[in-house]
């Protein structure tokens, strides 16, 4: 029979698989970290210098400032196309300014 370590726990292949799997669906739209320790990484990235991969600080601050200039992009295209967010709309409507003029009962009006 042969030798395995503790068979309570996933081989080293499934391991790395699952992680891959992990990473990949972290991955969409944000930020993400090169696959190292796995057989899959055969690059060598430096660790300073303007190609070294950015801190997890760093990569937040990234991350809002994409998510920002998208937003300030599909604003500019709104007002391209001619739809623009109303901001400066009044918060009251003609049913709360109505209600408050016909607030008297009939009774005050009878005598």
Do not use: C, Y
């Given at each position: 029979?042969?030798?395995?370590?503790?068979?309570?726990?996933?081989?080293?292949?499934?391991?790395?698989?699952?992680?891959?799997?992990?990473?990949?669906?972290?991955?969409?739209?944000?930020?993400?970290?090169?696959?190292?320790?796995?057989?899959?990484?055969?690059?060598?990235?430096p660790t300073s210098g303007p190609?070294?991969?950015?801190?997890?600080?760093?990569?937040?601050?990234?991350?809002?400032?994409?998510?920002?200039?998208?937003?300030?992009?599909?604003?500019?295209?709104?007002?391209?196309?001619?739809?623009?967010?109303?901001?400066?709309?009044?918060?009251?409507?003609?049913?709360?300014?109505?209600?408050?003029?016909?607030?008297?009962?009939?009774?005050?009006?009878?005598?």
């Amino acid at each position: 029979m042969p030798s395995r370590g503790n068979p309570n726990v996933p081989n080293k292949q499934r391991r790395i698989a699952s992680r891959v799997k992990v990473q990949k669906r972290n991955a969409v739209n944000k930020v993400s970290k090169n696959p190292r320790g796995t057989a899959r990484s055969n690059v060598l990235l430096p660790t300073s210098g303007p190609l070294a991969l950015p801190s997890g600080k760093k990569a937040r601050k990234l991350e809002k400032a994409r998510n920002h200039a998208r937003q300030r992009a599909v604003e500019n295209a709104m007002q391209k196309e001619g739809e623009v967010q109303m901001t400066d709309a009044p918060k009251t409507t003609k049913a709360k300014t109505t209600k408050k003029q016909d607030d008297k009962m009939d009774v005050d009006g009878i005598s």
